[in-house]
Nanobody
C-alpha cells in the first residue's frame, strides 16, 4: 500500500516560485509513472505533469516551460518545481500515480498566487 503526502504549498506573488514535494510511504518504483495534479475552485482536477519510471516527463500545455517534475527513487519523493506563477496556477495540488489510483489521493497542498 502506498501513501502519498504533499507539502510545500503556500501564498506566493505572481511571478514567484514554489517547490512542492510528495513523500511516498511505499516504493514509487513499483508504479509505472507518477503525476502531479491540481484542482482549482469550481474546476475539475487536471493533470499538470507526469514522470515515468524511466524519467520521461510530460506537461500540460498551460505549465510547459514553467514547471519541472522530478523524482528521487532512493528517497521515494516526487517534486514539482513551479516558476513564473500566475493567478491561474492557484489550486490544490496533489500527487498520485499516473494514471491515478483513487485510494492514493491525499489531502493535497494549497498554492495561492496573488496578483
Amino acid at each position: 500500500q502506498v501513501q502519498l503526502v504533499e507539502s510545500g504549498g503556500g501564498l506566493v506573488q505572481a511571478g514567484g516560485s514554489v517547490r512542492l514535494s510528495c513523500a511516498c510511504s511505499g516504493s514509487i518504483f513499483s508504479l509505472p509513472a507518477m503525476g502531479w495534479y491540481r484542482q482549482a475552485p469550481g474546476k475539475q482536477r487536471e493533470l499538470v505533469a507526469r514522470i515515468t519510471r524511466s524519467g520521461i516527463t510530460n506537461y500540460a500545455d498551460s505549465v510547459k516551460g514553467r514547471f519541472t517534475i522530478s523524482r528521487d527513487l532512493a528517497e521515494n519523493t516526487v517534486t514539482l518545481q513551479m516558476n513564473s506563477l500566475n493567478a491561474e496556477d492557484t489550486a490544490v495540488y496533489y500527487c498520485n500515480s499516473y494514471p491515478p489510483i483513487d485510494a492514493y489521493w491525499g489531502q493535497g497542498t494549497q498554492v495561492t498566487v496573488s496578483s
